[in-house]
Nanobody, 114 residues
C-alpha cells in the first residue's frame, strides 16, 4: 500500500504563495494519475489539479492560472505551487491518485487570511 505524506501548508496573506509537497513511499508516477484535492470546512473534498502519467496537467476552474502541479520522479514527490492565494483557497490539501486510493494522508492545512 502506498503511503502519501503532504507538507508545506501554513498561514499566508491574500495574494501570497505556498508550495505544497507530497512524498510517496514508492514510485507510482508511471502507473497512476496523481492529483491534489482540498476540503474546506463544511464542504466536500474536491479535486483541484491533476497530472497524468505523461505529464499533462489539468486544473479546476477555481485555480486555473494560479496553481501549478508538477512532479519530481527521482524524489517520488508531487508538488502544488499556489500563487495569488485567496481566502476561499483555505482548506486542508491532500494528494492522492485519480481515482483515489482508499487510504488518504493526513493532509496539510492552508489558511489564507489577513
Amino acid at each position: 500500500q502506498v503511503q502519501l505524506v503532504e507538507s508545506g501548508g501554513g498561514l499566508v496573506q491574500p495574494g501570497g504563495s505556498l508550495r505544497l509537497s507530497c512524498a510517496a513511499s514508492r514510485y507510482i508516477f508511471s502507473y497512476y494519475i496523481m492529483g491534489w484535492y482540498r476540503q474546506a470546512p463544511g464542504k466536500q473534498r474536491e479535486l483541484v489539479a491533476r497530472i497524468t502519467t505523461g505529464g499533462t496537467t489539468n486544473y479546476a476552474d477555481s485555480v486555473e492560472g494560479r496553481f501549478t502541479i508538477s512532479r519530481d520522479t527521482a524524489k517520488n514527490t508531487v508538488y502544488l505551487q499556489m500563487n495569488s492565494l485567496k481566502p476561499e483557497d483555505t482548506a486542508i490539501y491532500y494528494c492522492n491518485a485519480v481515482p483515489q486510493f482508499a487510504s488518504w494522508g493526513q493532509g496539510t492545512q492552508v489558511t489564507v487570511s489577513s
